[in-house]
Each structure stands twice: as C-alpha cells, then as structure tokens.
C-alpha cells in the first residue's frame, strides 16, 4: 500500500513538472522563439537581392508582329540577321487544305517593328521541321538565298484534313534566289545535280561562307541500296552562286 502511494505521488509530480515546462514555452512570443534572427534574413536578402526586387518595373507585352488567321498553323519561326544589321524573321504558315507558304520578313529598328510578309514560295509539299529547317541566307553582295525541301507532285488535302499528302517518300531539296530584297524570287532548284527521283534528300542544315558562297549539307537515299531507309552524307557548295556537284562525305550514316 505504502509503494502504490508512493508511486503515485512520483506520477502526479511528474505530471505537475510537465504542465509547468509547457506553459512556460507556450508563453513565450513568437518573436523570442529563435525560428530565424533578423540577422539571417539580412543575409538572405543580401544573398537573393530580395531586396532589389521592387526595383524592377512591369513592362507590356509586346503585341504580334502581323495579323494572324485563325484557320492557319504557323510554325518553326527563325531570326537572322543581314550584313545590314536587320533583323530577319521566317516562317511557314498552312491553311486548312494544307496549302504552305515559306514567308520571311524584315526589321530596321531591332525587331520592334516588322515589315509586311513576302512569299517566297507556295506549296503542298513544302516542308519545314527541326530536322530540316527551311532557312533564308542574306549574302554581302545583297541578294537572299532561300533553301527548303519541297514534294512538287504533293496535292491538296480534303477540308478537315491535315494538309500536304501525297508525293511519296522522295523529297527535293531545292533553293530560290531574290535580288530585290525579297519581292521576287526565282523558280525552286534542285540542290542536288542527281535527276534521279524518288530518292530523299533532306535532313540538311545551310549556311553563308566567309566567301560569300552557299554550303549545304545534307543526307541522301542511297541508290539502289536494299537496306531500310540507306542514306549517306552529302554537300553541296556554290560558285558563282551556282550549286556544283555534290560531294560524298560518308557512304552510310543512318
């Protein structure tokens, strides 16, 4: 009897020590709880630039360059920039029938302010993707080279379709000259000097040299070969402004 008294005055002051040690933390104030001294949050601001940030100012977005259509997709823009300094912006932009126009235009003033589209060609074959980028090169000498692939015998897609079908598995790679900063352009030419049809050509990427001349590289099926999609590895350089014969530069690559 004695032990279970005993005992439970052990408890009870347990109990009593516990109640105290809790009121006491819980009357303490927030600001004497140490969670984060004002010197860590200096620290933090200094470190952050917390407090540099009401500094900067909202400004408005910055409006579309031209009037879209709605029943248009427009797709893989890319800048540039000429001997001028202008800016350059491309596109290509299909309708509902998969009608697709390579459209470039210009800016004087850094890109604030854009020029009205131009055509350069028109087509349901033309293409223009991350793997094969339809490009527009500005030379010193002031004329524009335009360089896209192309399926000439690719036809109209039914409304409601995705646009472009037909034409093959065969590609042309093919290029299109301005001398009148872009208003006019000539017909598209092949790239490559081989009239074979049928046979891919694509995957490629152009460039303007030191020299004023056109490189382009680019993969091409190989003829005649057995094998599932065979191609090697070409490139095609300008004289003159006139693509010469292309070059093997590896027999298999893919």
């Known amino acids: 009897m004695i032990k279970l008294i005993v005992s439970l005055n052990v408890l009870l002051f347990s109990f009593l020590t516990f109640l105290s040690t809790t009121k006491s933390v819980s009357s303490k104030s927030?600001?004497?709880?140490?969670m984060c001294s004002t010197s860590q949050v200096a620290g933090i601001n200094q470190w952050t630039g917390a407090s540099r940030i009401s500094?900067?100012?909202s400004i408005n977005a910055t409006p579309s360059v031209f009037v879209t259509d709605d029943t248009k997709s427009y797709s893989m823009p890319l800048l540039a920039q000429t001997p001028k300094e202008e800016v350059m912006l491309s596109?290509?932009?299909k309708d509902e029938k998969g009608m697709t126009a390579f459209c470039f235009s210009t800016s004087t003033d850094k890109g604030k302010t854009f020029s009205d589209k131009k055509v350069i060609y028109?087509?349901?074959?033309?293409?223009?993707?991350?793997?094969?980028?339809?490009?527009?090169?500005?030379?010193?000498?002031?004329?524009?080279?335009?360089?896209?692939?192309?399926?000439?015998d690719a036809q109209a897609q039914?409304?409601?379709?995705?646009?472009?079908?037909?034409?093959?598995?065969?590609?042309e790679l093919v290029f299109s000259v301005s001398k009148d900063a872009g208003n006019t352009w000539t017909n598209p030419q092949a790239v490559d000097t081989d009239p074979t049809k049928g046979l891919?050509?694509?995957?490629?990427?152009?460039?303007?040299?030191?020299?004023?001349?056109i490189a382009v590289a680019?993969?091409?099926?190989?003829?005649?070969?057995?094998?599932?999609?065979?191609?090697?590895?070409?490139?095609?350089?300008?004289?003159?402004?006139?693509f010469q014969?292309?070059?093997l530069l590896d027999a298999v690559v893919c």
């Not at 039914?158 to 590609?171: E, K, M, S």
């Not at 091409?220 to 004289?239: A, I, P, Q």
């Open 30 to 34: 927030n600001s004497e709880i140490p």
């Open 122 to 152: 028109a087509g349901y074959g033309v293409g223009n993707s991350r793997l094969f980028r339809a490009k527009v090169l500005a030379k010193k000498d002031g004329s524009l080279v335009a360089v896209f692939t192309n399926r000439p």
């Open 55 to 57: 500094q900067f100012k």
């Open 200 to 213: 891919m050509r694509g995957f490629f990427d152009a460039i303007l040299m030191a020299n004023d001349e």
């Open 91 to 93: 596109w290509t932009e």
């Open 158 to 171: 039914p409304q409601g379709g995705q646009g472009g079908r037909g034409g093959g598995r065969g590609g």
């Open 245 to 247: 014969t292309e070059k």
């Open 218 to 242: 680019y993969l091409k099926d190989v003829k005649g070969s057995t094998k599932h999609e065979e191609r090697d590895l070409r490139l095609s350089v300008t004289k003159n402004g006139v």
